[in-house]
């Protein structure tokens, strides 16, 4: 008995230590992935001065970043599966990083599309390496405080994305350079250099880690292979990912997931063009205006969080949040640039508290056994929101002269995310998760005899 408890102690204590060693560094990684995603909202109209890209341009090359990384992502997958998530963590930040310092080189929209296909297959990939490098090293019942710190990142990095940005567009004239050429330069380099640092600072597996004691090794690789064995299909089960797509629930979980991502991406590449309405504003006040709704979203997803713990429905939360995002998007749209920037932050407390509240419904209400699969496709297909959002309201522009029929558009979409959310099932107040995706698995001849 005395062995299992300090088994179990020592499980709790490098699981401890893998938090405060190891998710920095993810962290780390994460702002340096949400600087290069969405440097060129700040840089647009500087492009347009420069290299003569309009509106629709900027929004479609926009928006092509999440077309490759669709494309991309389930081959990356497969490629990190056969090299492990420490060496593809450190390629997929290399290249991504290459190609966003290319793009301060960039002379035309053709030029101008191709670096942002090519920055969405570098970056595909990310998020699945980093999940599936915290079920290598994290036990699942503190996984998916792993992953909400994770997620709850990319509000922080958000949030320091305008003013570093504000800062190096004006550095215009330095060197001969522009300041929008200062903005990839900069950020492109700094993930290479962070990227190439991953690789000697991350360890590969729970055995090469130097930080934890031998007992803890041994401990927590033995919690790991048990929670794998459990999870492993019994009798040699498959998964159908064709019927998955055709199960509804997973339709309506990519039906909300869309809605969220159209929600999270119009503003990151629109915000700012948005706050520059306000008289007076410069790159650098627009830099740091743009993230005061990225500071709000943290608080609110940090309250999220504690509801949420306490809820016994994510249902009702998750619907409370798209609905203030729906309203405050509403109300941006109808007031003046001031009091727009102050609804906008209203509404990303909404759509970024939804996401880390969205990702507890697929968990609890699908089946263990296709639960991996389906998260890939949820994300594939909601990330496809990043395409339409940016790309609508390029056009919008283009055509109006103004963004606000896509804020409308918006609002509408987050209200009809919410009424999905009551079709949703999650799991039985007995604890067992509903099956409502059985004929995704097949099971296998011989058990069917």
Same mark, same amino acid.
């Given at each position: 008995?005395?062995?299992? %408890? ?5 499980? #709790? ?15 780390? $990684? ?42 991309? +992502?389930?081959?990356?997958?497969? $490629? ?30 053709? $030029? ?33 405080? @792993? ?6 990142? *990319? ?31 900069? +950020?492109? #380099? ?6 190439? &640092? ?22 927590? *690789?033995?919690?790991?292979? %048990? ?5 492993? !299909?019994?009798?040699? &089960? ?31 590449? /629109? ?9 007076? !504003?410069? %790159? ?36 409370? @949040?798209?609905?203030? @995002? ?12 001031? $009091? ?18 969205? /990702? ?11 639960? @991996?699969?389906?998260? &890939? ?11 339409? &959002? ?11 002269? *103004? ?5 409308? #558009?918006?609002? #509408? ?37």
């Amino acid at each position: 008995m005395k062995s299992a %408890d300090n088994a179990v102690s020592d499980v #709790a204590t490098a699981t401890k230590k893998f938090f405060k060693r190891v998710l920095p560094i993810m962290l780390v $990684m994460l702002v340096c992935n949400q600087l290069n995603r969405s440097n060129i909202g700040y840089a647009q109209d500087h492009l347009q001065a420069d290299v003569g890209i309009g509106a629709a341009a900027y929004g479609f090359g926009a928006g092509l970043f999440f077309i490759a990384y669709a494309i991309f +992502e389930l081959p990356s997958n497969v $490629m990190m599966e056969k090299y492990g998530a420490k060496v593809w963590l450190t390629r997929i930040m290399v290249s991504w990083g290459i190609v966003s310092f290319l793009m301060a080189f960039v002379q035309n929209e053709t $030029m101008f599309y191709v670096l942002r296909f090519l920055l969405g297959a570098a970056e595909a990939g990310f998020f699945p390496a980093v999940i599936f490098y915290f079920a290598r090293w994290v036990p699942a019942g503190q996984r998916g405080k @792993a992953t909400a710190i994770f997620i709850a990142g *990319s509000s922080i990095a958000a949030a320091i994305s305008g003013p570093i940005a504000g800062m190096l567009l004006s550095l215009h004239g330095t060197l001969g350079l522009r300041g929008w050429q200062w903005l990839f330069g900069f +950020e492109g #380099a700094l993930s290479v250099v962070v990227g190439m &640092a991953v690789f000697f600072v991350l360890d590969a597996r729970i055995k090469d880690a130097k930080w934890l004691s031998p007992a803890e090794k041994d401990a927590l *690789s033995q919690a790991i292979s %048990d929670e794998d064995a459990q999870h492993t !299909t019994a009798g040699g &089960a498959k998964i159908n990912r064709w019927k998955m797509l055709l199960n509804p629930q997973i339709l309506l979980l990519c039906g909300i997931y869309f809605s969220v991502q159209l929600s999270i991406y119009a503003n990151t590449f /629109w915000l700012p063009s948005i706050i520059k309405q306000i008289p007076g !504003t410069t %790159d650098l006040t627009v830099g740091f205006l743009s993230s005061i709704p990225w500071v709000c979203a943290v608080f609110a997803m940090y309250f999220a969080a504690k509801l949420q713990d306490k809820a016994k429905s994510k249902r009702p939360l998750l619907v409370v @949040a798209l609905l203030v @995002a729906a309203v405050g998007t509403f109300a941006a749209a109808i007031a003046s640039p001031v $009091m727009a920037l102050v609804f906008l932050a209203i509404a990303a407390m909404g759509f970024k508290s939804a996401s880390p509240l969205f /990702w507890t419904i697929p968990q609890s209400g699908l089946h263990p056994m296709i639960l @991996a699969p389906a998260i &890939a496709i949820i994300n594939s297909l909601g990330n496809l929101g990043g395409f339409v &959002a940016p790309f609508g309201f390029g056009i919008i522009k283009e055509q109006t002269g *103004s963004v606000i029929p896509g804020l409308f #558009a918006l609002a #509408a979409a987050s209200t009809i995310a919410a009424g999905l959310v009551y079709f949703l099932k999650e799991r039985r107040t007995d604890g067992a998760p509903v099956q409502v995706e059985e004929a995704a698995v097949q099971e296998p001849v011989a058990s069917r005899a």
